[in-house]
């Protein structure tokens, strides 16, 4: 097996001849030394008038002639256990600069000499200087080749672009502790895992707090990139265009990694209409192993490593969650490329599989595990007292108000679901409407009675996506036309009504009472995590089935047929169903009570 040594000359050999071309100024292909080839040839004006001291003005250490063979390869030789480490670090001298823990790759040195060093006693008079050896730390870049590039991939799912104009981010001085979490993981050299994970419900925040992360990493100079998946954007819910979106952001952060990805773009024009494997490895993975065998002096100048990507569970199709997931596993994790990655995504399928199995090792973030009715509270006092101040109405603009009945009763109603709060402040936030007025309307708000105005139109919204994707999802799946829709509300119908007619179903029970297969219920309600909690109890052996819903207003929104519209079931409909099942179920029973499912005790 080569040398990482042989590797790196390898390949700085072939960057140097890629760029060492004739349109771009170049000296002819004759030229014996890499210096040459990487210089303008100088002009007849270029040359000094006294003596020939440009020949002796230093040059760039980045670009100048190959050192001493024997010298390189001390430098570059790796032992086996660095090589365990990262295959693409060059093993630095401690002359040459000192460890940036946070981030293994540095940008290179911009220091040089003065035009005549260690020089003594001399005069030189009547010459005209011009240093045609200015130092050059980096390659020159194609603008050409990016531009079509960046035309190729969509720019809305940055966290600062402007078509996510005012995105949701976490209030100031809320979610603190959170975020302090994760900066501080963010800036541990030493954390086990370079990947975190962010997992909630649906409405938990994990958004606000990618954003807020993002804006924080990207003032601190150490965000390399981000991607805000939708479901509504048709360029954020595709797979393919994450890892291309992301690899632009990390060449306009780092400009010494910058011409490698763009020779990588020149080499292969259909590079974007790749397999994401080969994305990441022809931009990304040869780039820098590139760059690290072209830089050999470096700075304590620290290149950008931090990637946000949000809304795994918004990218288009289960299979491709699972798909993006095990690329950043096989290409970063394994591959131990010099970035850490947060993740953030509901509680669904694909992330809870990848949690449980090759990202076992993540630092996982549970926000369901956070009370965060301070922050709520905090958030929802400071955004009520702006609205009433700007109010003409005099009870909104009135000091005392809101009320701590107002605050404690909205803060009751979200069950820690950020959601809920930012939807009532925005259907408080109308400029025709007193902010007083409104927010009496979302307390008298009554399930099941119609009313003129809906203050929940944008979480009715998310609950009616989240149960359509669920429902798709299945049906695309399996081979019968059963509804989680229908499912869910039997389950709701049934547990509400155990107590009263003394049944208590165990899970095979229950799933024979509804003719569905043995472990189908488990299936049906698994894409429902954000919206549901499931536990199972033993009782004498016998497995039993707990449900409980995150939000309270996940329940009103099911049983209100005005809100929860093409995903209503009616009660008649489901009563009826539940009926014919019981009948048939007891009629099996007295005909044969030995079955296992039935128990006569």
């Known amino acids: 097996m080569p040398s990482l040594s042989a590797n790196n000359a390898k390949f700085k050999e072939r960057f140097l001849k890629r760029f060492a071309t004739k349109d771009r100024g170049r000296v002819s292909p004759n030229s014996e030394t890499d210096e040459a080839r990487l210089t303008p040839s100088p002009t007849p004006s270029d040359i000094s008038t006294g003596n020939d001291v440009a020949a002796r003005i230093p040059s760039s250490p980045i670009l100048s002639s190959p050192p001493n063979v024997a010298t390189e390869e001390k430098k570059l030789d790796v032992s086996r256990a660095q090589q365990d480490g990262n295959p693409y670090q060059v093993p630095p001298s401690q002359d040459h600069y000192r460890s940036i823990p946070s981030s293994p790759f540095m940008a290179p040195s911009t220091s040089h000499g003065s035009f005549f060093n260690n020089s003594k006693r001399f005069v030189i008079n009547n010459a005209t200087f011009i240093n045609n050896s200015v130092p050059k730390t980096r390659l020159p870049t194609d603008s050409v080749a990016f531009d079509m590039y960046r035309r190729r991939i969509p720019l809305s799912a940055m966290h600062d672009s402007s078509e996510r104009f005012d995105p949701p981010k976490c209030d100031e001085d809320t979610r603190t502790g959170i975020l302090e979490e994760l900066t501080s993981w963010i800036g541990d050299p030493n954390s086990p895992s370079h990947i975190a994970v962010i997992t909630g419900p649906a409405g938990s925040g994990k958004s606000a707090i990618q954003q807020t992360l993002a804006e924080i990493c990207a003032q601190q100079n150490t965000l390399a990139g981000s ?57 990304l993975i040869d780039p820098l192993q590139a760059a690290n065998a072209f830089y050999t002096e470096h700075s304590t100048t620290q290149w950008p490593w931090v990637l946000i990507i949000d809304g795994i569970d918004e990218c288009r199709g289960e299979e491709m969650q699972s798909h993006v997931l095990e690329a950043i596993h096989k290409s970063f994790v394994v591959r131990k490329l010099p970035y850490k990655i947060i993740l953030a995504s509901r509680p669904e399928f694909a992330i809870r599989t990848a949690l449980e199995t090759y990202l076992k090792t993540a630092y996982h973030v549970k926000l369901h595990e956070h009370d965060a009715s301070a922050d709520i509270k905090l958030y929802l006092r400071r955004r009520l007292r702006t609205l009433g101040e700007a109010s003409s109405d005099p009870r909104a603009s009135d000091p005392l108000w809101p009320t701590e009945r107002i605050v404690d009763k909205i803060t009751d109603n979200s069950s820690g679901q950020f959601v809920y709060v930012a939807t009532v ?87 024979r009472l509804l003719h569905l297969r043995q472990g189908q219920i488990e299936d049906m309600l698994s894409d429902l995590h954000s919206l549901i909690k499931k536990t199972t109890s033993d009782t004498e052996g016998w497995p039993r089935l707990n449900i409980q819903f995150h939000h309270k207003s996940f329940l009103d929104f099911l049983g209100d047929p005005g809100r929860s519209s093409v995903v209503h079931r009616s009660d008649s409909l489901l009563y009826t169903h539940l009926l014919k099942c019981s009948v048939t179920w007891l009629g099996l029973a007295n005909y044969d009570r030995s079955m296992y499912w039935f128990r006569t005790d």
Request: no cysteine; glycine share 0%.
């Open 227 to 283: 991607f805000f998946f939708s479901i509504s954007d048709p360029a954020r819910s595709k797979h393919h265009h994450l890892f291309t979106t992301l690899i632009y952001q990390i060449a306009q952060t780092n400009k010494d990694l910058r011409p490698f990805i763009e020779q990588a773009i020149k080499d292969d024009a259909a590079i974007l209409d790749r397999s994401l494997e080969k994305q990441i490895h022809t931009l």
């Open 425 to 511: 402040i925005k259907f408080a936030s109308n400029r025709r409407a007193s902010p007083f007025v409104r927010i009496e309307q979302v307390l008298a708000w009554e399930p099941g009675v119609e009313q003129r105005k809906n203050p929940f139109a944008t979480l009715d919204a998310l609950y009616t996506n989240i149960l359509s994707t669920a429902e798709e999802a299945y049906r695309e799946d399996s081979e019968d036309d059963r509804s989680v829709i229908e499912l869910l509300r039997e389950l709701m119908i049934f547990k509400a009504a155990s107590p009263f007619i003394e049944m208590d179903l165990s899970l095979y029970e229950f799933e």
